[in-house]
């Protein structure tokens, strides 16, 4: 079992910044992708980044430029940050782990006030 934990979510201006941070925890596989969706009421979880155990990163076209996704591997953490926020920005962001099966944090509420 896997057990992601997130943390730095908080309410900021639009134009400001957050950083996410996700730590795994438990028999954690050495080859995996760890990234982010986001959801806001009433509409589907979308992709916001991902990264490889390689460190090949994938964004969402409406944060390209603005969010950067890392990972330390030692700590099985994984970063989102998060710069030029704008408020269609808010949403609970969920770290995720895929491997041979997929694990989900509890979720992080982000919101961006204009």
């Known amino acids: 079992q896997v057990q992601l934990v997130e943390s730095g979510g908080g309410v900021v201006q639009a134009g400001g910044s957050l950083r996410l941070s996700c730590a795994a925890s438990?028999?954690?596989?050495?080859?995996?992708?760890m990234g982010w969706y986001r959801q806001d009421p009433g509409t589907q979880r979308e992709l916001v980044a991902r990264?490889?155990?390689?460190?090949?990163?994938n964004y969402a076209d409406s944060v390209k430029g603005r969010f950067s996704i890392s990972r330390d591997r030692a700590k099985n953490t994984v970063y989102l940050q998060m710069n030029s926020l704008k408020p269609e920005d808010t949403a609970v962001y969920y770290c995720?782990?895929?491997?041979?099966?997929?694990?989900w944090g509890q979720g992080t509420q982000v919101t961006v006030s204009s």
């Open positions: 995720y782990l895929r491997s041979t099966e997929d694990y």
């Open positions: 438990g028999s954690v596989p050495r080859f995996n992708v």
């Open positions: 990264i490889s155990s390689v460190s090949i990163t």
